[in-house]
């Protein structure tokens, strides 16, 4: 180094120039390190930013999603345990209808008996 700063001392003010030069390019190399180790580093925070506000919106949207299901699930159950009670007592109602028409039938049939043990010959059926 000592040897370059004599030759370009041997040219006096252009060999100072060229030193000026060479001086102003570490600098600026420099400055120009630092600010873009400045910039990865804001580019990195912010990238982990947005990442932690991603995992954030994802969890709150997940709980909204389990509460909609929870929901659904609870609906879905309700309807099942509605539609079972609604069939049992279809199955009653028609239950109460067979032994109904049983009872009609037997009437039906005692009405008859009694028309014939009177000599009614008009028979309906």
């Known amino acids: 180094m000592d040897a370059l700063l004599a030759s370009l001392l041997d040219y006096s003010a252009l060999g100072l120039f060229a030193i000026y030069l060479i001086i102003q390019s570490l600098h600026s190399q420099k ?6 180790k400045d910039f990865k580093d804001e580019l990195r925070m912010l990238r982990d930013k947005r990442e ?3 995992t954030e919106l994802r969890d709150r949207y997940s709980v909204v999603i389990d509460d909609l299901n929870n929901h659904r699930d609870r609906l879905i159950n ?3 345990r ?3 009670a609604i069939l049992n007592k279809l199955d009653k109602i028609e239950n ?3 032994r109904i028409e049983i009872q009609i039938s037997e009437l039906r049939t005692a009405e008859q008996f009694r ?3 009177n000599g009614g010959s008009n028979l309906e059926i």
């Open 82 to 84: 509605k539609s079972k």
């Open 115 to 117: 028309r014939l043990q």
């Open 78 to 80: 309700d309807l099942e």
């Open 52 to 54: 932690e506000e991603i």
């Open 31 to 36: 400055k120009q390190d630092a600010l873009l």
């Open 96 to 98: 109460q209808i067979e």
